[in-house]
């Protein structure tokens, strides 16, 4: 049901309509896959959670010779008439269902998929990328994208706090602080999904996890454990912690050398063109006020959730001047 439910969502066209409109997403996608051209040459190809088909056909536009579009939302309908309008249904060949159920009757060279959600994790997407990698790709096949990291990292936005909580403080007059504890919780109980900017990063982020889209398993994914040690780079009040990631778009996984300059990255972090990611946030209740070189130091738990397992439970652990607290 809840699968049901999450593919249903894809079936509307505003949501397609949002992720082709990012431009840093979608051309970054054309630019690897044109990157990677002479090895998609007269290759088979598997688009995971195809969508309306822009990636399959930019496949079969760099020269991929059959490429199987598979969506398990109604968009898969649409997908079919975007290919026959380009003239493509020769070569590309959409399949209604999930992948776990539908059947391709050959190995395939090549996995492309935009499977990423906010935090990277959310949606758990990528196991349905896993699944079609150990269905079908063949030894030394293409994965695009090959790589993914997710970051965290302090951060201050009074800016964001004061509009949420602080305007409570005082309201045409009268004072309405006793609103205060459930502002906090209804503005910030969950995850925010939002834009900040570099000037808002505290400090270095740290890598919470990197997968190599090779090698990851399913179960590597069900929980995420990291540890962390931040040094604060300014005097600022932390207000909570932001979370983002990047993807990279490196060759077949038997043909890698250490990152080459030419390696095309996808990022949404705070300082790059901002994406329809965005950053996920978690905010703390109440801020912290931060010394340069003040450590910050904790623990932080990504696990996917027991009733649905495309939604994410975050377990936050963070010290700081002798204090500690859990979110």
Request: aromatic letters at 10%.
């Amino acid at each position: 049901e809840f699968d049901m439910a999450y593919f249903q969502s894809y079936s509307h066209v505003g949501i397609h309509e949002e992720m082709i409109k990012d431009r840093a997403r979608t051309e970054t996608y054309r630019t690897a896959i044109m990157h990677h051209k002479h090895f998609l040459a007269d290759k088979v190809v598997v688009d995971v959670g195809c969508g309306t088909g822009i990636l399959s056909i930019f496949c079969a536009q760099a020269g991929a010779k059959r490429v199987y579009a598979i969506d398990a939302s109604e968009i898969a309908l649409q997908a079919k008439e975007v290919v026959k309008a380009n003239n493509l249904s020769d070569k590309v060949i959409v399949l209604h269902g999930r992948v776990e159920d539908v059947d391709i009757e050959e190995q395939v060279d090549v996995i492309i998929s935009e499977w990423m959600g906010y935090m990277l994790l959310y949606e758990s997407m990528l196991s349905s990328v896993i699944i079609a990698r150990d269905r079908w790709l063949k030894p030394g096949g293409l994965i695009l994208p090959s790589h993914a990291s997710l970051y965290l990292a302090p951060v201050t936005n009074a800016e964001r706090y004061s509009e949420s909580i602080d305007f409570w403080r005082n309201v045409y007059g009268i004072d309405m602080s006793a609103m205060l504890p459930l502002a906090k919780q209804c503005a910030f109980e969950e995850p925010c999904v939002e834009t900040i900017s570099g000037e808002n990063v505290l400090t270095w982020p740290h890598v919470v996890k990197h997968v190599d889209c090779y090698t990851v398993t399913i179960q590597e994914l069900e929980s995420v454990t990291a540890r962390y040690r931040f040094s604060s780079m300014m005097h600022a009040p932390l207000h909570g912690f932001a979370f983002w990631f990047d993807v990279e778009f490196n060759g077949p996984a038997n043909n890698q050398h250490k990152k080459k300059p030419t390696t095309l990255v996808l990022s949404t972090a705070p300082e790059d063109t901002p994406t329809h990611w965005q950053q996920t946030l978690l905010y703390l209740y109440e801020p912290i006020e931060m010394d340069q070189d003040q450590i910050i130091e904790g623990s932080v738990t990504i696990s996917q959730s027991k009733e649905n397992a495309r939604f994410l439970n975050i377990h936050l652990e963070y010290a700081s001047g002798g204090r500690a607290f859990v979110k």
